[in-house]
């Protein structure tokens, strides 16, 4: 199968905490990874991010709203062989949110972000496919 990152569809209320995790699946032995999560800062606050990858340094960072960003890596030449959920984003969903779906998106922002190997010193990128989720304000 292909390799991916995708974000998870969840729900709430408005006022409420909403988690919604972050997976990799076939993973190829990456050695870190940066990626942009988007959201619609009209719906939702962002509250933080905790790494699930063991043995990972972790970071995130959200300095423009609507905009998250999650990075991962493993030091000492190490790959990261994780599978599954690797990050859990927790929002607050406004409490004028309007019922409805909210996008996720899930990109590479710019230069800073990238899924990458590390080979000879270098840090090639890896293709793989980066697929968004939802929240659905009930």
Do not use: W
Request: net charge negative; glycine share 10%.
């Amino acid at each position: 199968g292909d390799f991916e990152f995708f974000l998870s569809c969840a729900q709430a209320k408005a006022g409420e905490e909403v988690t919604v995790s972050l997976s990799i699946k076939n993973n190829p032995s990456v050695a870190g990874y940066s990626v942009t999560v988007c959201y619609d800062p009209q719906v939702l606050t962002f509250v933080d991010c905790k790494n699930k990858v063991s043995g990972g340094f972790a970071v995130s960072n959200s300095t423009e709203k609507g905009k998250v960003r999650v990075m991962c890596t493993v030091m000492g030449g190490n790959v990261l062989s994780h599978e599954g959920v690797s990050d859990e984003l927790t929002f607050t969903v406004k409490s004028d949110a309007p019922a409805g779906t909210s996008e996720l998106g899930l990109i590479l922002a710019d230069a800073a972000d990238s899924v990458y190997k590390t080979e000879n010193g270098a840090m090639p990128p890896v293709a793989c496919a980066l697929r968004g989720g939802a929240v659905t304000v009930k």
